[in-house]
């Protein structure tokens, strides 16, 4: 006698896990606005100090931009549209960015309507996304300290 399968063997997520993504879908909207209301520095880096906080303490000490020095700039040029200005001020800030923006309405499908599956893909994609991102700041980084950038 066959057996009926069910249609998928995805759950859907938990309340938990939806609580989760829409804590996180705040968040990052939050982020973005904060980043959006910024005026960008235009030496690329220090655009942090809106918001109160020091200067940064590697390149006062070291004279040499740490690896997320421009990060805040960077964010704040490419929600105005300038692609460019932003990969100047910091590659991986400009990929964290466009991880922010990616992140919003996936998370949102996920609290909705979405599966186990659907979140652990979306986890996938950011843990890779996010390594890529620091490895690239890394490498920004020595090229600055080299001399190179």
Not at 1 to 14: K, L
């Amino acid at each position: 006698m066959m057996t009926i399968q069910s249609r998928s063997t995805d759950t859907r997520v938990t309340a938990q896990q939806r609580w989760f993504c829409s804590l996180a879908i705040g968040v990052l909207t939050s982020l973005l606005l904060l980043a959006s209301a910024l005026v960008p520095n235009s030496s690329g880096f220090g655009t942090h100090e809106q918001l109160g906080l020091p200067p940064c303490t590697f390149q006062s000490v070291f004279g040499v931009r740490c690896p997320s020095c421009g990060m805040t700039t960077s964010w704040a040029h490419l929600l105005r549209g300038s692609i460019d200005e932003s990969l100047k001020a910091n590659l991986a800030g400009f990929l964290l960015c466009l991880l922010t923006f990616m992140s919003i309405p996936w998370l949102v499908w996920i609290a909705m309507r979405g599966t186990k599956r659907d979140l652990n893909l979306y986890l996938l994609f950011s843990i890779v996304f996010l390594t890529l991102a620091m490895f690239l700041a890394v490498l920004q980084w020595l090229s600055r300290a080299l001399g190179i950038l």
